[in-house]
């Protein structure tokens, strides 16, 4: 058993800072050379233990870190779409990760993103207040750990910092979690830790280098012991085509040994294994040497976890991104595993939903998961660009229900082929590269929707309306009758059915007419001539009388339960008077059974 180095993945918001967090150390590392320096891998830097120690001095002596942990594996691609494509069964592939936050900026969109991914995944991680040496004030002092370069700072910009990290501290709270400046933390298993530093100047990045040392040892070590004998386990990072080498995959080895000539079972985009042969293990040539040689790579015979690698194979070309690599052993099925897990990801889709679009098998894995956390049901999880055929089941889709011609797409283009398409259907499509910003706008879209619909329904409805005969304007008095009229409250529509103050039908409304024009409909105050079909005056109803718009049952229902308040005052008294009177008649008109 040995233990390998903790991955570490930056996360946080663009322009916070995580390239040139991951460059400061990296740059810092490599001019530690003395001490080992750092190890280049395909996708990936690792800086071992002795050289950080080198950096950090007599800090790290402070913090008790012992040799455990051989050193801290830096994921080269910073991002939370990098974060999610590094998966591994059952979570992400990242041990531990930074989430890097402008200290000027504060949170942002992508910030909270990566923290919910992070809440997800349930990895480990520690905040970043980046940028402190753009603090009005600041003094810098380059390298130096925060401690120092802090006491070194006036004490106003020593105030302005700290209530800069509060705000950090009330963010982080009201998104469930404890945390307080790292200095100040009691409790590191239960407190997330926040370090102030520049990524630009290295400032506090001693202490960022420190602390990670400091968690893997504390709570991972279990978690980093791996097999040095045991068939290797990875994650593909990407498939890329090399001049010389045909097509090739990177990936990170997280578990057991990878060697040359081994078998490997890797996913297909097709949803079936590919088992292929290990032609070559390689890894970047040191840059001194790549300047001598046309070559890029050095070639190796065997990697032990953790590690970043290229691998040259046969039959390389449709393994998708985020796939597995499993060496096959005699002890396992491998190829069954891998399409349980290929199960696990595709198949737990709705009959009826939405379509979910995504670069990646993690990327993929991370929308559904919290497209499933908001209810919200999915049709289908696919990898890859919008195409025409998505564009035709979702349109299907939509016919049967609005609100499931939706595609969200994370990371992905539409096909430039069906552009067109797309534009020609009644497919709406969500797309970008912040998870939760697309959700926030397929969210309201839906609630649009909604309320369209409702709006429609309501406007169908008939609602409560009433008005007077009035005296002395009899001009006929059937077929039809023809009377002088005040509309009384809400609004009379042709066509409509009219009771009296008994509860009887007098006939419906024929025609509304002013000044010889005809008026489809009128509101509360207008004067009309209205002929009344099938109404006789003095037998339906008498001159003076007050006569109602007579309001079906179910719809008297719809507007007690869902539409009440958007009655007018007036409105709203016409229905309980109406309601009055068709009790009259049958005591249980209008009220609920026990199913409704
Ligand atoms: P990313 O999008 O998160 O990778 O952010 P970058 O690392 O590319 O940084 C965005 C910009 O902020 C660049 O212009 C950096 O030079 C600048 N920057 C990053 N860190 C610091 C810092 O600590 N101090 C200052 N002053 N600028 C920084």
């Given at each position: 058993m040995k233990i390998r180095s903790p991955i570490v993945s930056v996360l946080g918001h663009v322009d916070h800072g995580k390239t040139t967090l991951l460059d400061y150390i990296r740059g810092s590392t490599i001019a530690a050379?003395?001490?080992?320096g750092i190890t280049q891998h395909i996708g990936a830097t690792e800086i071992p233990n002795d050289t950080i120690e080198n950096i950090c001095g007599d800090f790290i002596s402070k913090l008790a870190?012992?040799?455990?942990?051989p050193g801290l594996f830096f994921i080269d691609t910073p991002g939370h779409a990098a974060f999610t494509s590094l998966r591994k069964r059952g979570g992400a592939l990242a041990d531990l990760a930074v989430l890097i936050l402008d200290v000027n900026d504060g949170f942002k969109p992508q910030t909270y993103e990566a923290l919910n991914i992070l809440k997800m995944y349930k990895t480990p991680f520690i905040v970043v207040a980046n940028k402190i040496d753009r603090l009005f004030g600041w003094e810098v002092h380059e390298g130096a750990s925060f401690r120092e370069t802090f006491s070194n700072q006036a004490k106003s910009v020593q105030q302005d910092l700290d209530n800069k990290i509060y705000e950090i501290v009330g963010e982080l709270h009201k998104e469930g979690f404890q945390s307080e400046r790292f200095d100040r933390v009691s409790n590191f298993a239960s407190q997330i830790s926040i370090i102030p530093i520049s990524a630009k100047t290295g400032e506090g990045v001693i202490e960022v280098l420190a602390m990670l040392l400091g968690l893997a040892q504390e709570y991972l070590t279990e978690q980093l012991e791996i097999d040095e004998n045991a068939p290797a386990k990875g994650t593909v990072l990407e498939i890329k085509e090399e001049t010389g080498l045909g097509v090739t995959l990177d990936a990170i080895i997280y578990d057991g040994v990878l060697r040359t000539n081994d078998e490997i079972a890797l996913m297909l985009s097709s949803e079936d294994v590919l088992v292929t042969k290990i032609r070559s293990i390689l890894r970047p040539l040191p840059l001194e040497e790549m300047r001598d040689s046309k070559k890029k790579f050095r070639k190796l015979d065997e990697v032990v976890a953790a590690a970043g690698i290229k691998v040259a194979a046969p039959?390389?070309?449709?393994v998708v991104s985020g796939s597995p690599l499993r060496v096959l052993s005699e002890d396992t099925d491998v190829e069954q595993e891998i399409l349980n897990e290929i199960d696990n990801i595709t198949i737990d889709t709705e009959d009826e939903g939405i379509l979910v679009k995504a670069d990646t098998i993690g990327s993929l894995e991370a929308v559904v998961k919290l497209l499933r956390e908001m209810d919200i049901p999915i049709r289908a999880a696919d990898i890859g660009d919008v195409n025409r055929r998505d564009i035709i089941n979702s349109s299907i889709a939509y016919d049967e229900n609005e609100l499931h011609g939706a595609i969200i797409a994370f990371n992905v283009d539409v096909h430039p082929n069906s552009e067109e398409d797309l534009n020609n259907s009644e497919v709406k499509l969500f797309s970008g590269d912040v998870i939760y910003q697309i959700l926030e706008e397929y969210e309201e879209w839906v609630k649009q929707k909604q309320e369209d619909k409702k709006k429609s329904f309501y406007d169908a409805i008939i609602k409560p309306a009433k008005f007077v005969s009035l005296p002395k304007l009899v001009f006929r008095q059937s077929k039809p009758a023809i009377i002088g009229i005040e509309s009384l409250s809400g609004t009379l529509k042709q066509g409509q059915q009219l009771i009296n103050k008994d509860g009887h039908v007098v006939g419906s409304i024929a025609s509304m007419e002013d000044k010889g024009e005809t008026l489809p409909d009128i509101s509360r105050g207008q004067r009309v001539a209205m002929a009344i079909k099938d109404a006789i005056v003095g037998k339906d109803f008498e001159e003076g009388d007050e006569l109602y718009v007579d309001i079906p049952e179910k719809h008297y229902k719809y507007i007690e339960r869902?539409?009440?308040?958007?009655?007018?005052e007036d409105e709203f008294e016409t229905l309980y008077e109406f309601l009055e009177i068709k009790r009259k008649q049958d005591?249980?008109?209008g009220s609920f059974g026990l199913f409704e």
């Open positions: 050379k003395e001490a080992g870190i012992k040799d455990l942990i039959h390389l070309d449709d869902e539409f009440k308040d958007k009655l007018t005591s249980d008109w």
